[in-house]
């Protein structure tokens, strides 16, 4: 399994915001951080077609996100940063259902799978909940479920714990540490890479290190001095 990535370019309104990547990712946890505006979440939109290179090529386990982007997207859930685009339906159940649906499922076996991702996050309080009444660290925390639930072979994570109280932030690591699913998370937190197998410095919209946590965050504290 893997996510390449072959002489990539992105243009964003006429701006090049990514340039000259070439990389396999193929570990099960992969960090990426980098300056506000460096490029990270245009990164992370490459890696499951939400935008399309301007230049070069992405593929996930052999499927081209410009070509195969339905079945890309299958493959690789993404958790934005900010969870009110993730959520469409007003209750936090519905929500959950609503990613389910056109898989194939039963009735019964989705309500299983609603329930049980809910009660594994200790969410199940907020199922018959409007999402837009709950704080933003439930969102969030709703969202990833809402993710989760799908079981993506690829989990690409924009700050997900951002808007998390500690205990919540531990809750939600602690559980992204135990998935077997590839994550691929964007963090300002250096601390939760050190257990990453590697990661990614973006600056300026390149590659500024590629590496084993600890020394890539020490590239990154010497690039921001
Ligand atoms: N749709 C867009 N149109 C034009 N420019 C864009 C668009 N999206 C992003 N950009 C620009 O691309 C650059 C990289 O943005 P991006 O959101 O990828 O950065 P980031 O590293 O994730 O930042 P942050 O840490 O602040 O979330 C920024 O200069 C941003 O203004």
Known sequence: M???????????????????????????RVGIIGANGSGKSSFARLLNGLVLPSEGKVTVDGLDTRRDTKAVRRKVGFVF????????????????????????????????????????????ALKDRLAHELSGGERQ??????????????????????????????????????????????THDLKRLEDFDRVLVIDEGRILCDDRPAAAIAA????VG
Not at 154 to 169: G, I, K, M, Q, S
């Open 220 to 223: 990154y504290e010497r690039l």
């Open 2 to 28: 893997s996510i390449d990535l072959s002489g990539v370019a992105l243009e964003r309104s006429e701006r090049l915001v990514l340039r000259d990547i070439t990389l396999t990712i193929e570990e099960r």
């Open 81 to 124: 940063q900010n969870p009110d685009n993730q959520i469409v339906y007003p209750t936090v159940g519905e929500d959950i259902v609503f990613g389910l649906k056109n898989r194939g499922y039963s009735k019964a076996e989705i309500a299983a799978k609603v329930e049980a991702i809910l009660s594994r996050l200790e969410l199940s």
């Open 141 to 186: 925390m709703v969202a990833l479920a809402g993710v989760l639930v799908l079981k993506p072979d690829w989990l690409v994570l924009d700050e997900p714990t951002t808007l998390l109280d500690l205990r919540n932030a531990k809750r939600i690591m602690s559980h992204i540490e135990r998935l077997d699913q590839r994550a691929i998370m964007i």
